[in-house]
């Protein structure tokens, strides 16, 4: 079985403040992981995924995310927030020895509050 | 860039009606994915497809079916709606040349919202 766990509904963060958005899964083997945005009325838009390699991941608009296969993490970051940063974030996970798809968390609220 | 564009943004209907939501993707895609989305459980995988005429059951297929007749295309059908399948409907398709399941990013569209009255 695979799940990933979003543990905060809702994040708050200050404008040009650091800005972490926290998902655990729990997979068999080695996880493939992703994080998505959701802006209002939108579909989700592809931020970033590991795959293998660095545990430190760069994105799109500035995000990154560190893999932690200790802690099964996979923590969302960005050093200075926007306001424009504010959206729902998804992360999902799949397991490569599945023919599962990805399996999504139940989301976070991310305001960056100007 | 990656399309993905559904029929229709908002939709009502009414309890036992057939409801029919398209969905169409302009990349070749092979995987096409039907999801709902409900606050505070993410999104919810209904059913997928790897190829032309294939389906595969998601995590939630009970009352809904799909149909696949040309790869650009994936339709979900509510065969009798019920109020309980009010929610918001996204379609995403990714590449997967390798096999059934890729590791590319999946696209998606902008979302149909469905109202069961």
């Known amino acids: 079985a695979q799940s990933v766990a979003q543990p905060e509904d809702q994040v708050n963060v200050a404008e040009g403040n650091p800005l972490t958005v926290k998902c655990t899964y729990s997979v068999s083997g080695n996880p493939y992981l992703f994080w998505y945005v959701q802006y209002p009325n939108r579909g989700l838009q592809f931020l970033l995924k590991y795959i293998t390699g660095d545990n430190l991941v760069k994105g799109s608009y500035g995000f990154e995310a560190e893999f932690n296969k200790s802690q099964t993490s996979f923590h969302l970051k960005k050093p200075s927030a926007l306001v424009s940063d504010s959206a729902l974030y998804f992360c999902?996970?799949?397991?490569?020895?599945?023919?599962?798809?990805?399996?999504f968390g139940s989301g976070t609220q991310l305001t960056v509050l100007p | 860039d990656v399309k993905v564009t559904q029929s229709s943004r908002y939709l009502v209907k009414r309890t036992g009606e057939k409801v029919f939501l398209e969905c169409v993707q302009d990349?070749?895609?092979?995987?096409m994915f039907w999801y709902r989305q409900d606050p505070g459980l993410g999104l919810r995988l209904i059913y997928f497809?790897?190829?032309?005429?294939?389906?595969e059951k998601g995590d939630i297929p009970e009352g809904y079916s799909v149909s696949r007749e040309k790869k650009e295309r994936f339709s979900l059908i509510l065969e009798s709606a019920s109020t309980n399948q009010t929610s918001m409907y996204l379609c995403?398709?990714?590449?997967?040349?390798?096999?059934?399941?890729?590791?590319?990013?999946?696209?998606f569209g902008d979302g149909t919202r469905l109202s069961i009255l």
């Open positions: 990349m070749d895609h092979e995987n």
């Open positions: 999902a996970v799949r397991s490569p020895g599945s023919a599962r798809q990805l399996t």
């Open positions: 497809s790897y190829d032309v005429k294939m389906k």
């Open positions: 995403a398709s990714n590449l997967s040349r390798t096999g059934r399941v890729g590791n590319q990013p999946q696209h």
